[in-house]
């Protein structure tokens, strides 16, 4: 088992900058690709960015794609997501994610934390 805990959600006006942060404990934390999806409301969860256990391959959905950054730091078993030149249209709830392959579908994920909010105004 992997848990996963997020924060550094907020508010924050568009233009912007947050970092979330996912702390991970249970397994091996280096052994696992992690990811960032996140959830509008009313809409589906989706993709943001996923990085792979090396940290040497990452991907981005086109719409954050020169905006954020995924990062991790497998000595303190975390994974990060640097926000910047937010826009309102980032608001939703951001989960990380553990899983074996680098990937863009949820159901490529084991192991999934509670979120955080991030409240982007306009």
């Known amino acids: 088992q992997v848990q996963l805990v997020e924060s550094g959600g907020g508010l924050v006006q568009a233009g912007g900058s947050l970092r979330l942060s996912c702390a991970a404990s249970?397994?091996?934390?280096?052994?696992?690709?992690m990811d960032w999806f996140r959830q509008a409301p009313g809409k589906e969860r989706e993709f943001v960015a996923a990085?792979?256990?090396?940290?040497?391959?990452?991907y981005y959905a086109d719409s954050v794609k020169g905006r954020f950054t995924i990062s991790r730091d497998n000595a303190k078993n975390t994974v990060y997501l640097q926000m910047n030149s937010l826009k309102p249209e980032d608001t939703a709830v951001y989960y990380c994610?553990?899983?074996?392959?680098?990937?863009?579908?949820?159901?490529?994920?084991?192991?999934w934390g509670q979120g955080t909010q991030v409240t982007v105004s306009s």
């Open positions: 994610a553990a899983g074996t392959v680098v990937g863009f579908r949820e159901t490529e994920y084991d192991y």
């Open positions: 249970g397994r091996t934390f280096r052994n696992y690709a």
């Open positions: 990085i792979s256990w090396s940290g040497g391959i990452t």
